[in-house]
């Protein structure tokens, strides 16, 4: 059962933008404090940002001063806004609640590839 959408990858070159956004039809998930997460091939999966129910924000210290994360709380819907893209960011993105226990499936991701 697909929980999340992630949408928005793609190929950027150093230094470019691109906006993420996650969509779940689950409206639960606006009462939690949600969270994107990335995967680079051969490493853990890490959380990046978190947004709580009270869209106070929150990095990791790679990403501080590039990356915003936001919601749109009537859409059901996170955002995750990226400028100037270093290679080392590229990994596949994924949305979920920020607690642990509070989880649902992962979905399938977003490729973001940050290449010249």
């Known amino acids: 059962q697909v929980q999340f959408v992630e949408s928005g990858g793609g190929l950027v070159q150093p230094g470019g933008s691109l906006r993420l956004s996650c969509a779940t039809s689950?409206?639960?998930?606006?009462?939690?404090?949600m969270a994107w997460y990335r995967q680079a091939p051969g490493k853990q999966r890490e959380s990046v940002a978190t947004?709580?129910?009270?869209?106070?924000?929150y990095y990791t210290n790679s990403v501080k001063g590039r990356f915003t994360i936001s919601r749109d709380i009537s859409k059901n819907t996170v955002y995750l806004q990226m400028n100037n893209l270093k290679p080392e960011d590229t990994a596949v993105y994924y949305c979920?609640?920020?607690?642990?226990?509070?989880?649902?499936?992962w979905g399938q991701g977003t490729q973001v590839t940050v290449s010249s």
């Open positions: 979920n609640a920020a607690a642990l226990d509070l989880r649902g499936s």
């Open positions: 689950e409206s639960r998930f606006s009462r939690y404090a």
């Open positions: 947004i709580t129910s009270g869209s106070s924000t």
